[in-house]
Each structure stands twice: as structure tokens, then as C-alpha cells.
């Protein structure tokens, strides 16, 4: 089990969206996902903030969560985050979390 401030490598996942563009392909965006379904508070939030911290310019965030994380949405708003958020069938949520900076 990772303790909380260490690099989220086992809950995050890298990859890049390649897009045909006119017959070649184009390098689009980095996005990252993290799952913290099921982890007691602090630690979503925690885990969340710290993926945000290291977040490159112009890649995007994939949350997956069993809750919604308004105190997130706050900390986002400050940070000039933009967000879209996504109720699932099985009721749990998918922020996507872009950077634009």
C-alpha cells in the first residue's frame, strides 16, 4: 500500500491519444487516470491534489471516485482547473480535470 505524498505510479496510468491527422499521426494530449474508489478521506483528495501538482500543461486528469469531492472542485477553481464531471450507471463519478496552463 503506498502511504499518502508518494508518487501515485501504482494508481495512475499514462498514455497519449494519437489522432490521424490527414493520413499521419498527431500527438494530441497526456492523460493520466487514477481510481481511488473506495479509499477512506483524506486520502481521494490527497492522491488527487498530488496527480493535479505534477500535472502537466495542456494534459488532462482522469478521476474515478465513489463520491463527489466538493472540496476538490474549490481547490481546482482556485488553481484554474477546468473540470467535467460524470455520474456513472454504477453511481460512482468521473471527473475529467484538464490543465490548461
Known amino acids: 500500500m503506498q502511504t499518502t505524498g508518494q508518487h501515485?505510479?501504482?494508481?495512475?496510468?499514462?498514455s497519449k491519444r494519437i489522432i490521424p491527422v490527414h493520413g499521419k499521426e498527431k500527438l494530441m494530449k497526456i492523460t493520466k487516470e487514477i481510481d481511488v474508489r473506495g479509499l477512506p478521506p483524506p486520502v481521494p483528495f490527497e492522491k488527487?491534489?498530488?496527480?493535479?501538482?505534477?500535472?502537466?500543461?495542456?494534459?488532462?486528469?482522469?478521476?474515478l471516485i465513489?463520491?463527489?469531492?466538493?472540496?476538490?472542485?474549490?481547490?481546482?477553481?482556485?488553481?484554474?482547473?477546468?473540470?467535467?464531471t460524470q455520474i456513472l450507471a454504477d453511481d460512482n463519478i468521473r471527473i475529467i480535470i484538464s490543465n490548461p496552463a
Open 48 to 63: 488527487i491534489v498530488h496527480a493535479l501538482k505534477i500535472l502537466p500543461a495542456g494534459a488532462e486528469l482522469t478521476v
Open 66 to 84: 465513489h463520491r463527489e469531492p466538493y472540496p476538490l472542485y474549490d481547490v481546482m477553481r482556485a488553481s484554474g482547473f477546468v473540470w467535467k
Open 8 to 14: 501515485c505510479a501504482a494508481a495512475c496510468r499514462q
